[in-house]
């Protein structure tokens, strides 16, 4: 098994490692410039739009080559249900942004990697995009080190004197403005084990329904607005699918997207979220103390990739950082 394990072709980027630090220690410094100790939000996707509970349940009629890790059990997990916007600073919904949507589930047995710190969580971390323009660590060292020092523009001029402009333009197209985050698609963007010697990406399909009008008039929390509006009477559903990776799809570089038609999603759970009342004060406070990472995960489910490997750091690194501050961790 741990022979096969190591036949996928996963190598490390360049100074991947003296990268990633950095990029760890730039997002903490911002952090504890932008906020007092006790308020320390996310650096990245720190404004939800709902913490909302949910029931994750692996289809009861899969065959037996996807019956794979979580997947095994035709069984039901509680889960929390993160939504977010990406941006590092907390903002107006009606700005455009991409839109993160994050997934918890609790009491889940079986091994872990051992670079999880929560022994009975799985976490799935998506975002309302299907690719990652910022594909490799490099890039997004660039973007959060240049971002920071300088200033965005400096980033961006670095991206057209290099001849990559593309990533500005995909950039730009990636943020939008849906009517409600329980209405779109998400991608987890990069790639995971399923397995022993295969690979998947992941994805939430929104169980087609009437799709909501964007209202003329948009408050600064509409798209809190929108789900309050819609669980307050009804509960809502995705499909939750997995894309198997074939010749030539890439692990190294999260930017190109893996083609559908080459290789269609498979639905292997839906993830129900019931009608409830999620505005609360313990909620938002729950919602700051949670703290998702890719690296809660079964080990048939192990994270990979550059990036993969990065986040796994970072998001550990800062999220006891930011749990510090607050007093809570
Ligand atoms: C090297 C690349 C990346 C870095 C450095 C990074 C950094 C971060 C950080 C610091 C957080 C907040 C963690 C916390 O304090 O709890 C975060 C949250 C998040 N990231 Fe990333 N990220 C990266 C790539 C990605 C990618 C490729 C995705 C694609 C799915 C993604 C999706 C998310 C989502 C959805 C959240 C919000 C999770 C929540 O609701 O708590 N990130 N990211």
Same mark, same amino acid.
């Given at each position: 098994m741990v022979s096969r394990m190591a036949e996928i072709d996963d190598p490390q980027e360049r100074r991947e490692d003296a990268l990633t630090a950095r990029i760890a220690a730039t997002m903490r410094r911002k952090l504890a410039k932008d906020y007092p100790p006790a308020d320390t939000r996310r650096d990245a996707h720190p404004k939800h739009t709902g913490l909302l509970e949910g029931v994750f349940t692996i +289809? !009861?009629?899969? !065959?037996a080559d996807l019956r794979v890790g979580l997947f095994a059990e035709a069984k039901s997990y509680k889960a929390w249900v993160r939504t977010s916007s990406a941006s590092d600073k907390p903002q107006s919904d009606t700005v455009r942004d991409v839109r993160g949507l994050a997934v918890k589930l609790l009491d889940v047995p079986g091994e872990k990697i051992p670079e999880s710190d929560e022994p009975n969580a799985q976490d799935f971390l998506l975002l309302s995009h299907p690719s990652m323009p910022l594909g490799t660590v490099r890039l997004f060292h660039d973007a959060i080190v240049y971002s920071a020092r300088y200033s965005p523009l400096v980033f961006a001029a670095k991206m057209i004197l290099t001849g990559r402009s593309r990533v500005l333009k995909e950039l730009d197209a990636a943020r939008i403005r849906p009517a409600s985050p329980l209405e779109i698609r998400y991608w987890s963007t990069t790639p995971y084990r399923f397995g022993a010697d295969r690979v998947v990406k992941y994805s939430l399909l929104p169980t087609p329904g009437e799709a909501s009008p964007l209202p003329a008039e948009l408050p600064e929390d509409y798209l809190t607005r929108a789900m309050t509006q819609r669980l307050a009477s009804e509960g809502v559903s995705f499909d939750f699918a997995v894309q198997f990776r074939k010749d030539g799809? !890439?692990? %190294? +570089? &999260? &930017?190109p997207r893996w083609d559908e038609t080459v290789s269609p999603f498979v639905t292997v759970a839906t993830l129900t979220i019931p009608a409830q009342d999620f505005r609360t004060e313990q909620r938002d406070r729950l919602a700051e103390e949670l703290r998702f990472s !890719? &690296? %809660? &995960?079964r080990v048939e489910h192990r994270p990979i990739g550059p990036v993969n490997r990065a986040r796994m750091r970072v998001y550990r690194e800062n999220s006891q950082f930011r749990t510090h501050r607050r007093g809570i961790g």
């Open positions: +289809d !009861p009629t899969l !065959p799809m !890439p692990i %190294h +570089d &999260a &930017a !890719p &690296a %809660h &995960a």
